[in-house]
């Protein structure tokens, strides 16, 4: 299979899906405060007098709660969108694409799911929708728990952590950890306070 650069940048139909129906509540709710759509629309379709005259603001409340989570959501993704779009215009879309195809060490896939979340080649870690960094870089890889969620960590040579999309489930770690090892043999895998420590040396020693 050919990957093309529409599989590297996408904003989820289903965050555009749901801004819009957050748009949508969010009108209803101005529409309500204005008067201009009547309470006894909501009474009929409750079969009672639910609410009276003076309920407009809690209609607001809610579309505007509503929206705010949904855009939240949205622009997010669409950050991430813009974001992957100009790295890939810096790095050339045409070079990062002939690394996943031609020069793949491992797709790992999604939590339950055949699509990849992230692509290591042999020059770089591709996560999809989110940011490129050089596979050469990364010199640490642990698991972090967030929520009781394990989520596949990177960390970089320059200090910085970047997380991928892997959640590390049933092991999903290993085989990503095996792909990174073929590029960077000495990488440090596993979160230890002797792990810690030589991470920070290798730092440190980075920015000298």
Known sequence: ??????????VKVGNIIWFVIGCICLIVGLMFMTKTLSLDVVNDL???????????PVFLLIGGLVFLIFALIFFSDLAGYKKMKKKLDDLGTDKVLDQINNHLLYAAPK????KPACFFTEEYVVSIANDIVPIRDVVWTYVHYQNN?????????????????ILAYKEADKPCDEAIK??????????SKENAA?????VKAHKK
């Open 149 to 165: 969620t394990p989520f596949y960590t990177l960390k970089m040579i320059e200090g910085r952590e970047f997380r991928p999309g």
């Open 111 to 114: 939590y339950n799911s055949k």
């Open 1 to 10: 299979m050919k990957y093309g650069i529409s599989d590297l940048t996408k």
């Open 46 to 56: 409750v079969g009672r007098e639910a609410f009276k005259e003076g309920s407009e």
């Open 182 to 191: 073929k590029v960077n043999p000495n990488l440090l895998v596993g979160y």
């Open 198 to 202: 030589a991470y920070k040396a290798i």
